[in-house]
T-cell receptor, first 116, second 112 residues
Framework: DQQVKQNSPSLSVQEGRISILNCDYT??????FLWYKKYPAEGPTFLIS?????DKNEDGRFTVFLNKSAKHLSLHIVPSQPGDSAVYFC???????????????FGTGTRLTIIP | AAGVIQSPRHLIKEKRETATLKCYPI?????VYWYQQGPGQDPQFLIS???????DKGSIPDRFSAQQFSDYHSELNMSSLELGDSALYFC???????????FGPGTRLTVL
């Protein structure tokens, strides 16, 4: 049962244009969402996160939008750069009373390729 | 800035052997999470520790065990290895002040 889904396994975008990566979730208990970027042979690198009390969070070229009613979030990268080429994972977690009990549930990832 | 350290980076074992993976969290991080990523799959949560106590458990086989030591480093012990255990094993650390989990580079385990 895939609770976090990234329906596009791959995406190609021209350099300088906007990249939009999408993520859907089914578990209504998720209240914190994260995006990670992963290069081959490296661990996931944290990019940006958003709490369910917000609908937008921005950090430089990266913006995450959350639509709670649709259980959908998206990551916008603008402008896209060649170094952005990587696999992007959406992840979600439930906030728990007991700290250290906040495992991440990952999507299957989207491979983004920026075309120079 | 210091990152999460994992060792070894690569490990090759035979079926039925044992393996020990180590994770050194970011300084002052008190929580460690272990994830397993099979080929073409998303990372799956295995187990976590907070302040040296097991805090949560996921889809971890009984053949696997883990602990967090007094210096906060963690070890994942894997026995009776099977071919299906071949995967990338990631460790992530976090703290009460920084909710995000920061990942190490992973250990690639190959079981022959």
């Amino acid at each position: 049962d895939q609770q976090v889904k990234q329906n596009s396994p791959s995406l190609s975008v021209q350099e300088g244009r906007i990249s939009i990566l999408n993520c859907d979730y089914t578990n209504s208990m998720f209240d914190y969402f994260l995006w990670y970027k992963k290069y081959p042979a490296e661990g996931p690198t944290f990019l940006i996160s958003i709490s369910s009390i917000k609908d937008k969070n921005e950090d430089g070229r990266f913006t995450v939008f959350l639509n709670k009613s649709a259980k959908h979030l998206s990551l916008h990268i603008v402008p896209s750069q060649p170094g952005d080429s990587a696999v992007y994972f959406c992840a979600a977690r439930e906030s728990k009373r007991d700290f250290g009990n906040e495992k991440l549930t990952f999507g299957t990832g989207t491979r983004l390729t920026i075309i120079p | 800035a210091a990152g999460v350290i994992q060792s070894p980076r690569h490990l090759i074992k035979e079926k039925r052997e044992t393996a020990t993976l180590k994770c050194y969290p970011i300084p002052r991080h008190d929580t460690v999470y272990w994830y397993q990523q099979g080929p073409g799959q998303d990372p799956q949560f295995l187990i976590s520790f907070y302040e040296k106590m097991q805090s949560d458990k996921g889809s971890i086989p009984d053949r696997f065990s883990a602990q967090q030591f007094s210096d906060y480093h963690s070890e994942l012990n894997m026995s009776s290895l099977e071919l299906g255990d071949s995967a990338l094993y990631f460790c992530a650390s976090s703290s009460r002040l920084a909710g995000e989990q920061f990942f190490g580079p992973g250990t690639r385990l190959t079981v022959l």
